[in-house]
């Protein structure tokens, strides 16, 4: 037996809050890069902004497929072992907020240290994924492929407690802006193993030699370890749609000892002099062809302008 539900007054309730948002602007209040989730306003008309937040979306190729034809018991096993496993990556690098997204999880990251415990983070995931993958594929040999794909983005955000005022577990924080949906796109958008950040995110971390330039391994430090990419699911007119693809994960020898230098705040290596001097060469040369093609569009509608 269900309760009934008076449809026509719920509707009107329903329009009457949107005429009242409407009507007048909700408070604002200037948090800096300061939050604490708990101070979130449920009733207030009250929305908190942070100044820059870093968010860490990882997204599992073909979760849907994954459970199709197995146990309940083995389908409960894969997710535990996926999502809880990004979830336990996030706590360890100090996310200030995460949740679990059906078969994927985000995080976000604020304040000191949050572009250098985003990105070990996201790294993190992405080494995960590999071994997580050969695991999954040997037990399961006919699953269909998958792995985690890893997207970051950040920026100004918006954020309140929405939902049932007396029923905390009916509340959550909504994150308004673009560091959450432009890192879920970027996580859509890469493959499996794969890490895609967008252009204000490589912007910070591209002048951090333990981020932006390899291992001594195999041939030496090289920075082609991150490749350009366009983030087709980001507007092309917004700039953070020139993002760069990370396509290696922690080395087996170095890993550990560059990640600790990255969470300690270290920048700097002595053995990427070259690669850097290399890197500044193509930044310039990169400069003055963005330049150019500015300048042959202003030519050219200065011309359409004349015509």
Wanted: charged share 30%; with cysteine.
């Amino acid at each position: 037996m269900s309760d009934s539900v008076d449809l026509k007054g719920l509707l009107g309730d329903l329009d009457n809050k949107v005429k009242i948002e409407l009507e007048s602007n909700p408070e604002v209040v200037e948090k800096g890069d300061a939050l604490d989730i708990e101070d979130l306003p449920i009733e207030a008309r009250k929305w908190f902004k942070l100044d820059d937040v870093v968010a860490v979306v990882a997204d599992l190729k073909n979760s849907t497929r994954l459970g199709t034809g197995k146990r309940a018991a083995s389908t409960a096993s894969i997710y535990e072992a996926t999502t809880g496993g990004v979830v336990k990556v996030y706590d360890r690098f100090n996310a200030d907020f995460l949740a679990i997204q059906g078969d994927g999880a985000f995080a976000l990251f604020w304040g000191e240290n949050r572009y250098e415990r985003a990105l070990c983070a996201g790294i993190t995931v992405k080494t995960f994924s590999v071994e997580l993958s050969k695991r999954l594929e040997k037990k399961w040999p006919d699953a269909p492929e998958t792995g985690f794909k890893v997207g970051i983005a950040s920026g100004r955000i918006l954020v309140k407690r929405i939902g049932t005022p007396r029923n905390p577990a009916q509340q959550e924080p909504v994150w308004a802006g673009k560091p959450v949906n432009y890192a879920a796109k970027s996580a859509q958008m890469a493959e499996r193993h794969m890490m895609i950040v967008t252009a204000g995110v490589w912007k910070k971390v591209q002048a951090n030699d333990f981020l932006a330039i390899s291992c001594p391994c195999g041939n030496g430090p090289s920075s082609t370890i991150w490749t350009d990419v366009d983030i087709e699911r980001v507007p092309e007119e917004d700039p953070e749609a020139q993002g760069k693809q990370l396509v290696s994960t922690w080395c087996e020898t170095h890993g550990a000892e560059y990640c600790d230098a990255i969470m300690a705040g270290k920048r700097k290596r002595d053995d990427v002099t070259d690669v850097r001097k290399a890197m500044e060469q193509d930044q310039m040369r990169h400069a003055l062809l963005v330049v150019e093609q500015q300048q042959k569009t202003d030519r050219s509608a200065r011309r359409r302008g004349m015509n």
